[in-house]
């Protein structure tokens, strides 16, 4: 079953480096995102079973997107992708319901764990 995930980021580097560091035989749909706005509009759309969410956007930031998937009941599957890796912002992202954070530059071996870790990958 395909899985549907979404990379929101501003910068189509960073979304690039993301997808490139995703298992090449993991059965996903991919979907981008600029911003939270887009990110949130996608979500409604069905398009993020998963979705891996910077922090630091235009129009509506990482936290703004958690603080209305959280206030909506929404639910999916957010792994934060930020070079923000203060305790604070950790702790701030998971209280919204983040399930993990993960620091930039982003790889495979960031990844990977935390995708088996909690079942979405095998």
Do not use: C
């Not at 996903?28 to 969410?53: D, P």
């Not at 129009?59 to 934060?80: C, N, P, R, S």
């Amino acid at each position: 079953m395909t899985t549907k995930v979404l990379v929101v980021d501003d910068s189509v580097v960073s979304r690039k480096m993301l997808i490139r560091s995703l298992p090449k035989e993991w059965d996903i749909s991919v979907t981008q995102a600029v911003n939270g706005k887009e990110a949130v509009e996608m979500y409604h759309q069905g398009l993020a079973e998963v979705m891996f969410l910077d922090l630091t956007m235009p129009v509506m930031d990482g936290y703004q997107v958690l603080e209305t998937l959280q206030k909506e009941g929404l639910d999916t599957f957010v792994i934060v992708v930020t070079a923000d890796i203060q305790p604070e912002a950790e702790e701030r992202v998971r209280k919204l319901g983040a399930m993990a954070f993960v620091k930039k530059p982003v790889n495979m071996e960031k990844v990977l764990p935390i995708l088996k870790e909690y079942g979405i990958y095998e």
